[in-house]
């Protein structure tokens, strides 16, 4: 649900955010001439097929940077009857629909996300959901003990242990065994939940906690495929982009749960892999602009295709 609180607070930190996105667009464009910007702003509370919250207000940015600004992209598909995410499987049917084979493609930032393009290229036929957390856990838990906001190139999963009775445990929430369409955040895979389970199992060392974590994201991507996706291990594609393919445990342990031996990062399509997110909110502001319907219905639920993003005209 949408968060409840102390509404002047919440103005202002709108307010204040999008203040802070225009100073940062504005030294990263260096006086280079746009037609466009496309902000996401920052989610902070998501409710599957019933309400969705960005803050960072956009008039800023058009009043900074004086070109027409492309915002809030998940109320439409909500609006049609979708759960508003993932956005992503957008992308990747543009990018692979002419591919001539199956691929998966698997975004690791906060939470971990799929789309599956069939080698028809067919929209409809175009799966993708969230599989549970990606680097969330394993940067929630680097920051509480360590203080360091991520787990630079594993360095602390390295000196840990799966623990296998924490893994099970993980591995029944109940959003691993949902069936799509499905979507979720650090409210449900976050702070919270770190706390319950370092409650729960206090014996057991961060580093432990941390090489767990990986096991838990990796393992539940790989459930989330074999039970809701048709593909044969032996002739699929994995591309894997976000944060999270900087991490070497991480990734071996995809490879191992997986079991998909033609494994490569969005590097081999020429998108760097940490920007592809990026790539995905300027395509949907083009497609705004040229009033492309940029939702999937096959992935969201939504009751029909629909523009995405309302926007702010200079």
Sequence with gaps: MLLQGN???MQETDRKLGMEFSILAEKFIKGRQIDLIATHGQTIAHDDGISTQQIGDPQYLKQKMQVPVVYNFRQADIDAGGNGAPLMP????ILFQDSYHDTITLNL?????ISFIPKSGKRNEVIGFDTGPGMALIDECCNKFYNEPIDMDGVHAKQGKVIEDILDELMAHKFIQKMP???TGRDEFGRKFLNQII?????FSPDDLIRTFCAFTAKSIAENLNKFINFNNSEIQLIISGGGVHHPVLMDDI???TKISNLKTADVIEIEPDLKETLLMAVIGVARIQEMKANMPSVTGAEMTVMLGDLVQY
């Design 199 to 203: 409650q729960k199992y206090s014996a």
């Design 90 to 93: 957008f992308l990747d049917w």
């Design 181 to 183: 369409p499905k979507s």
């Design 7 to 9: 509404a002047e607070v």
């Design 109 to 113: 930032g906060g939470v971990a996300n």
């Design 255 to 257: 490879r191992k749960y």
